[in-house]
């Protein structure tokens, strides 16, 4: 919005600066136009990628349903297990550590970082 005011209204944006104090000038045209964001329904958002449209997430979805059960329909159910993978983290170092007033409080190097194990529960 910013860059539109300065290509299209600079003349405006020169007044209005003028008319504040040297300072507070940028951060009462951002509170201006935060305003005008809110009364006009305009919401904050990160950039994201192009999502694909419903209808093509639709058709991806039973192409590979369709490859799968294609894929693996000699298998019989007895032979079709339930995984599910959790990672989990042991080892963390401690938030906080007891240490004489005055004295380091530095941990020792094994202890700054945490191991990382893979937990599988078959059904």
Avoid at 15 to 27: E, Q, R
Avoid at 44 to 59: D, G, I, M, S
Avoid at 65 to 70: L, Q, R, Y
Avoid at 101 to 123: D, F
Wanted: hydrophobic residues 35%.
């Amino acid at each position: 919005m910013i860059t539109w005011i300065k290509l299209n209204q600079w003349n405006w944006l020169l007044n209005y600066i003028s008319t504040k104090k040297p300072n507070a000038a940028c951060i009462s045209l951002l509170k201006l136009l935060q305003c005008f964001c809110k009364r006009h329904g305009f919401t904050r958002q990160r950039p994201t990628k192009k999502k694909l449209k419903q209808t093509v997430l639709a058709e991806v979805q039973e192409e590979f349903a369709s490859d799968f059960h294609h894929d693996y329909a000699t298998y019989s159910n007895d032979c079709v297990f339930n995984v599910d993978e959790t990672g989990m983290y042991y080892d963390l170092p401690p938030s906080y550590i007891w240490s004489v007033r005055g004295g380091s409080s530095k941990i020792s190097a094994g202890e700054k970082h945490s191991m990382r194990m893979t937990a599988v529960l078959t059904v």
